[in-house]
């Protein structure tokens, strides 16, 4: 079996049964195939089947305009040496306002903290996880999203709105 890239992406065709037409995206050791979510789950198990034995991260990309969340898993294997060379974006893409998307942790456990931050920076909510609950933020604040697009970050701008006095009131070194 090939494991030129061309080798890779023709048996990932093969193992996910995509069609020749079916988008497959290929840079220097990275290959990105897309799938429907009802079809995600089917397309890991298979991915995991064939040697792709971890996920080395999940990301999302939130593109506003289309009203979408693109889910990605970075899949790649540390038992087969002939596909650890290439790592697979399997990526999906979902409604924006309602961005669900099942849990692939069932199948790669590597991906269970990664679709906590998902969770918690896009809300993007992974049907069949164990433990959807923020990881890095308060609650208040996984809950504006922050990583959307259209989240506002506040900044400090403490000379604009003090005055010399209301400033200096406030630091203890002055």
């Known amino acids: 079996m090939s494991t030129s890239a061309q080798g890779i992406v023709e048996r990932l065709r093969s193992i996910l049964g995509l069609t020749p037409e079916a988008p497959v995206e290929q840079l220097k050791g990275y290959v990105e195939v897309s799938v ?64 669900t998307v099942p849990s692939l942790s069932g199948i790669w456990v590597s991906a269970e903290f990664q679709e906590r931050e998902m969770y918690e920076f896009f809300g993007v909510n992974f049907e069949g996880h164990p433990d959807l609950r923020p990881l890095l933020l308060t609650p208040d604040l996984a809950a504006q999203r922050p990583l959307r697009k259209d989240f506002k970050v506040v900044e400090e701008d403490d000379y604009l709105k003090s005055t010399y006095e209301e400033y200096t009131s406030t630091k203890r070194w002055v």
Do not use: C, W
Request: aromatic share 6%; proline share 5%.
């Open 36 to 99: 429907d979510p009802a079809s995600l789950r089917d397309a890991a198990a298979k991915l995991k089947a064939a040697g792709f034995d971890h996920v080395k991260s999940v990301t999302a990309v939130d593109y506003p305009d289309k009203k979408q969340i693109k889910v990605i898993y970075h899949a790649s294997s540390m038992l087969d040496e002939s596909l650890s060379g290439y790592v697979v974006g399997l990526a999906t893409s979902v409604d924006r306002d309602n961005p």
